[in-house]
């Protein structure tokens, strides 16, 4: 009986999700339609719309007078807040002009009815089999694709992998010497537990990594509002090594290529003067739920820090400041709008709705919502123009050695697409910009900059108030391009594959992690993991921000770009980046833990979800 009312039940949401589809895809038509026949109608009565002035830097335009007129009546609109999220940057309110487009809302509203359908399947799983296994978690993927996660997160080469090639491939360190080692393990000459090299050794040949997530620690238990239970977020440390020797039998099987190489945990310590947990320990629970310590606080940091901090956030300067200090015709503003687009009525969505109390962040991340903006706010002060490009801060952290670390996918792929935007913007400047007296006479690029880099205003630090050559401003135009399509899709989309997937990277641990002398169970486990509707909160909300992709790294709008030489470049610039997604799938079937989140058919040009 009550299987044949699961059955019934399914089958009725699935119909209505099929309604809802429906109906979505009638009001696109119908948009379509509209659209089209207005186009008609004004073509049969003669109107034509005014053609776009074409593109020029002010100091050849034909009217200044009236080009600074216009840019000042635009300021008005454009006015910097300090105070919504002190001390950064923001937008007082968004003008009409920012607003999401019709299409836009009509594409991603069917997306999202589709998530909502498919989540539905997921909640009257839980209602019939309440999860009393990890495997439990696998059948809420009814209608919802399985995320790549699903049969490989609980291996240590799949959490290791996690570190180069999952949702935050931001966090991991080069340990150059035995004194950055983040906890005591034997002496320097020791050997690594399960492998023929000394920790010395390891350190030598750069090859010993670490995580730390101890600048968390402000995060105190909080107490879920609904569940009327604590939620914590711990934070651990953890040591990595890179392997080439496949001790493991297992490991050889999994990996299935000699030499191969692998990123591997070696021991982690959840808090200071904590036992230190390896992959010998004698409790293997102990092990899984100390690897669990490390992703609960990996999510925290990715969501807060290189998530909305460090793409959302610190690009709403060089977007609101465009609009300030440049003519809509300037050839930089053409350049930025397309990866501007969307971004600041975006932000104010995330700041009116996904960061107030009550909404997702207050409701699934470990700490209270006045801790989740601590992060944010600390997350600001650390971030700058200069020290977090996109190669810069992979070297700041040890990264960029090929020899010493041979597989680091969002390194090798990220780079792949940070030089065909440099490509691209390197031609399109140099078009505009004859020579560096052409950008230093530009009082509008000259404004740009000096009012990022002013504290009254942009705040952005590392930002030369003045720009002189060509070649700094390809610089600053490559990192703002790449830091909107490729770093944010980076971080986005991949949520998906790690964070849908509950036990691989819960947002909070729901009982402290501590050492027992009795052995854990699964029931430990179960425990330490989110209740049901924080899970199913968790999946609606990752689903619902990975499901859309507006348009596509390189592709333009039809009046975006009206110039045939520029639209040489843009053509050659999709050509790039066809090699760069060959390339990356080329080199996918010779990794075990294939990576698609720096694919240029799965970027966006910008921070439009």
Not at 34 to 59: C, N, T, V
Not at 250 to 272: D, E, R, S
Not at 330 to 340: D, G, I, M, N
Not at 436 to 448: G, H, M, P, S, Y
């Amino acid at each position: 009986m009550e299987q044949n009312r699961g059955a019934l039940l399914e089958q009725q949401i699935i119909d209505e999700h099929q309604r809802t589809v429906d109906a979505a895809m009638n009001q696109i038509a119908q948009h379509e339609a509209a659209q089209e026949a207005k186009r008609k109608d004004e073509e049969s009565r003669g109107i034509f719309h005014k053609k776009k002035p074409d593109p020029s830097l002010p100091q050849n335009d034909s009217d200044p007078k009236a080009r600074k007129a216009a840019i000042k009546e635009t300021r008005y609109k454009y006015k910097y807040n300090h105070d919504y999220l002190s001390p950064l940057p923001m937008l007082e309110s968004v003008p009409k002009e920012e607003a999401f487009s019709t299409k836009y809302k009509l594409g991603r509203g069917l997306k999202t009815a589709k998530v909502f359908g498919d989540v539905k399947l997921a909640k009257l799983e839980k209602v019939l089999n309440p999860p009393k296994s990890l495997e439990s978690f696998e059948h809420l993927f009814q209608l919802l694709p399985n995320p790549t996660t699903l049969n490989t997160w609980r291996t240590d080469a799949a959490f290791g992998e996690q570190r180069l090639s999952g949702a935050n491939p931001m966090k991991l360190t080069t340990i150059a010497t035995w004194s950055q080692m983040p906890f005591k393990l034997g002496s320097k000459s020791t050997k690594i537990p399960g492998y023929n090299t000394t920790y010395e050794d390891a350190i030598k040949q750069g090859r010993l990594f670490y995580v730390d997530y101890s600048d968390l620690s402000f995060v105190s238990p909080v107490m879920d509002s609904n569940d009327k239970m604590l939620k914590y977020l711990p934070v651990p440390k953890a040591v990595f090594f890179w392997s080439t020797e496949h001790s493991h039998a297992w490991t050889k099987q999994l990996m299935g290529h000699a030499n191969h190489g692998q990123l591997m945990p070696v021991a982690i310590q959840v808090k200071p003067d904590d036992p230190i947990y390896t992959p010998q320990s004698p409790d293997p629970i102990d092990w899984m739920m100390a690897k669990m310590c490390v992703q609960v606080a990996d999510s925290n940091h990715h969501e807060m820090g290189p998530h909305l901090c460090h793409t959302h956030f610190v690009m709403a300067p060089f977007a609101i400041s465009m609009a300030r200090q440049m003519a809509e015709n300037h050839p930089v503003s053409l350049l930025l709008k397309p990866h501007f687009r969307f971004l600041l009525v975006n932000n104010e969505a995330g700041r009116t709705s996904l960061i107030q109390p009550h909404g997702p962040v207050d409701n699934l991340l470990a700490g209270s919502i006045e801790d989740s903006h601590k992060i944010i706010t600390n997350e600001y002060k650390l971030w700058s123009i200069k020290e977090f490009s996109f190669m810069k801060h992979i070297k700041n952290r040890g990264l960029d050695d090929t020899e010493a670390l041979p597989h680091y996918p969002y390194r090798d792929d990220g780079l792949l697409i940070w030089n065909a935007i440099s490509k691209f913007i390197s031609k399109y400047i140099k078009y505009y910009y004859k020579n560096n007296a052409a950008v230093k006479e530009d009082i509008e690029l000259q404004a740009w900059a000096a009012e990022l880099a002013d504290e009254q205003y942009g705040r952005v630090k590392d930002m030369p108030a003045q720009i002189k050559t060509r070649i700094q401003l390809i610089d600053l135009l490559t990192n703002l391009l790449f830091t909107c399509s490729g770093q944010h899709s980076a971080v986005n989309f991949s949520q998906y594959d790690y964070m849908a997937n509950l036990p691989n990277m819960p947002l909070a641990a729901y009982c402290p992690f501590e050492q027992t002398e009795a052995p854990k169970t699964i029931d430990d486990v179960i425990n330490f993991l989110p209740k049901e509707r924080i899970s199913l909160m968790q999946l609606e909300v990752v689903s619902a921000l990975t499901v859309y992709h507006y348009d596509r790294l390189g592709f333009y709008n039809k009046h975006d770009f009206e110039d045939d030489t520029v639209l040489s470049f843009i053509k050659d610039f999709q050509q790039e980046l066809d090699l760069a997604e060959h390339q990356i799938n080329l080199r996918n079937t010779a990794r075990d833990f294939p990576y698609k989140f720096l694919k240029p058919s799965e970027i966006l040009n910008s921070i439009s979800i």
